[in-house]
């Protein structure tokens, strides 16, 4: 028999971080139309895969620009399924690199759906180095510029504070 919370003694999380492990799902924000980018979201994928993380990459199911094939009803089935997808995780990883304006319309609606009061789910990442903008900055848990840093940001750590260029 297993001992299961009654409703009235369930523990509502603080924050992104208290959720436990194995209710977590990450989100990857992230653009993916070249080598470069790709190769990215692939580290943050093996990163998620080592830990055992669940998360949803819209890279496995999206689409590349310059695709002949995109019919208005494959835009709006990728369009759905990543809106669905960004309301059900619980946390999301968003690499700011090359400004992707899907990554940031992402973030945005992530954040207004997922604030927990004091603390946001959102770790954003920049493989090239740069650092921050002001409102992304303030609307993320921390920022990461090595894939070292996320591994510990995925703990809860938060990284050094980044700089924050407008």
């Not at 208005?72 to 399924?81: A, L, P, Q, T, Y």
């Not at 945005?108 to 946001?120: A, D, L, V």
């Not at 894939?147 to 938060?158: P, S």
Request: hydrophobic fraction near 40%.
């Amino acid at each position: 028999m297993h001992d299961y919370p009654m409703a009235t003694e369930a523990v509502v999380p603080q924050g992104p971080f208290d959720i436990p492990y194995d209710n977590r799902l990450y989100y990857i924000a992230a653009p993916f139309f070249r080598d470069d980018q790709r190769a990215v979201v692939e580290w943050i994928e093996t990163l998620l895969d080592s830990r055992g993380e669940k998360y949803f990459s819209p890279r496995e199911y999206g689409v590349i620009l310059g695709d002949k094939k995109m019919t208005k009803e494959r835009i709006n089935r990728i369009f759905d399924m990543n809106v669905r997808m960004v309301r059900e995780a619980t946390h999301m990883i968003a690499v700011t690199d090359d400004f992707d304006p899907g990554t940031m319309f992402e973030m945005g609606m992530f954040h207004t759906s997922h604030w927990f009061g004091s603390e946001p789910a959102i770790i954003t990442f920049s493989a090239q180095g740069h650092g921050s903008n002001v409102m992304i900055a303030k609307a993320a848990f921390t920022h990461c510029t090595e894939i070292q840093q996320l591994d510990l940001a995925l703990n809860g750590h938060k990284v050094e504070e980044a700089e924050v260029v407008t």
